[in-house]
C-alpha cells in the first residue's frame, strides 16, 4: 500500500512560470517530509525539507507547503528554469521506525 | 565533497547467479541504506543499516541480503537473481541524525536478469 503518493507522473511548465509538484500521505504519524530531485544517471539529491510543526519553508525559488489536515503537501519552484528539469520525489518519515518512504517520483519538463 | 560510489553503473546478469552489488561512501556516516526504483512505483527500501555489522529489512527484502563488515562500506547480495529484479539499484548514506534525513545518494546500478 503506497504510504506516500505522487498522482501526476508528470508535468510540463514553460520557463519563467510556476511549477507545482503535489504530495500526498496516508500515515498521519509522519512528522518530517522531504523533497528530492533526480536527474538521468544521478542518484537523487535533497533539494528542501519541512518538519510538521511549520506550514511552510522557504529556500530561494523553493517553497514546500504541508497542510496536516487534508496531509497534502506541495513544492513550488518559481521561476521555473529549464535546468529544473527532472524528477521529483517526496519522502516522509514515520517518527517510529525513522525509516525514510519516498512517493513514486513526477517528471518536471521546464521548457523555453 | 560528500561521495557515495556503486561499484558499476550497470551489470547483466542470469537468472540464478549471485550478484554482488558494492556501495562506499567517504562521509563518515553512521547510516547506509540500499533501495530499488522503478517506474510508477518509486523508491523502495530494501535494506539498511545503522551501524558496523548491524542490518534491518525494509520493505521488500526478499531475496536479498546485505553485508556491512567496515563502516565505509555496504554491500547488497542476490543470492539467485531472478528476473524481476531487474531494477535501478540506488545506495544511499546519511549521518546518524535520522530525524532530518538528508540522504546522499550514489549514482546507481542498472541490473538487467536475464
Known amino acids: 500500500d503506497q504510504q506516500v503518493k505522487q498522482n501526476s507522473p508528470s508535468l510540463s511548465v514553460q520557463e519563467g512560470r510556476i511549477s507545482i509538484l503535489n504530495c500526498d500521505y496516508t500515515?498521519?504519524?509522519?512528522?518530517?517530509f522531504l523533497w528530492y530531485k533526480k536527474y538521468p544517471a544521478e542518484g537523487p539529491t535533497f533539494l528542501i525539507s519541512i518538519s510538521s510543526i511549520k506550514d511552510k519553508n522557504e529556500d530561494g525559488r523553493f517553497t514546500v507547503f504541508l497542510n496536516k489536515s487534508a496531509k497534502h503537501l506541495s513544492l513550488h519552484i518559481v521561476p521555473s528554469q529549464p535546468g529544473d528539469s527532472a524528477v521529483y520525489f517526496c519522502?516522509?518519515?514515520?517518527?517510529?521506525?525513522?525509516?525514510?518512504?519516498f512517493g513514486t517520483g513526477t517528471r518536471l519538463q521546464v521548457f523555453p | 565533497d560528500v561521495k557515495v560510489t556503486q561499484s558499476s553503473r550497470y551489470l547483466v546478469k542470469r537468472t540464478g547467479e549471485k550478484v554482488f552489488l558494492e556501495c562506499v561512501q567517504d562521509m563518515d556516516h553512521e547510516n547506509m541504506f540500499w533501495y530499488r526504483q522503478d517506474p510508477g512505483l518509486g523508491l523502495r527500501l530494501i535494506y539498511f543499516?545503522?551501524?558496523?555489522?548491524?542490518?534491518e529489512k525494509g520493505d521488500i527484502p526478499e531475496g536479498y541480503s546485505v553485508s556491512r563488515e567496515k563502516k565505509e562500506r555496504f554491500s547488497l547480495i542476490l543470492e539467485s537473481a531472478s528476473t524481476n529484479q531487474t531494477s535501478m539499484y540506488l545506495c544511499a548514506s546519511s549521518y546518524r541524525d535520522t530525524r532530518s534525513q538528508k540522504l546522499f545518494f550514489g549514482s546507481g546500478t542498472q541490473l538487467s536478469v536475464l
Open positions: 500515515n498521519s504519524m509522519f512528522d518530517y
Open positions: 543499516s545503522y551501524d558496523v555489522k548491524m542490518k
Open positions: 519522502a516522509a518519515i514515520h517518527p517510529n521506525t525513522d525509516k525514510l518512504i
